[in-house]
């Protein structure tokens, strides 16, 4: 079994920033699988935010393109979430994932609130 430790969540004003991390309690948990965030607002579908994958590279969708940064720091066994230039519309609960192997592993999710 694997946990995960979400951190950094928090409120912040629009145009602010927060780091969001991910951490594994399993050893080497990281760098096997490929890494995304999701985030979900009251009401709406969990939407994929970056992915990142077991070589580095990186994908987001227009909504967070320029905005957001995906790492992976495997010594540490951690992902983060670089978030820049925040909205309103940024606001949700923000949940990292894992995949690959026939896997699917979710953390906690951690609430990123930004006041307009």
């Known amino acids: 079994q694997v946990q995960f430790v979400e951190s950094g969540g928090g409120l912040v004003q629009s145009g602010g920033s927060l780091s969001l991390s991910c951490a594994a309690s399993?050893?080497?948990?990281?760098?096997?699988?490929?890494g995304d965030w999701y985030r979900q607002a009251p009401g709406k579908e969990r939407e994929l935010v970056a992915t990142?994958?077991?070589?580095?590279?990186?994908n987001y969708p227009d909504s967070t393109k320029g905005r957001f940064a995906i790492s992976r720091d495997n010594a540490k066994n951690t992902i983060r979430l670089q978030m820049n230039s925040l909205k309103p519309e940024d606001t949700a609960v923000y949940y990292c994932?894992?995949?690959?192997?026939?896997?699917?592993?979710w953390g906690q999710g951690t609430q990123v609130t930004v006041s307009a």
């Open positions: 994932h894992f995949w690959g192997f026939g896997d699917d592993y």
């Open positions: 399993r050893p080497s948990f990281i760098s096997r699988y490929t």
């Open positions: 990142i994958d077991t070589r580095g590279g990186t």
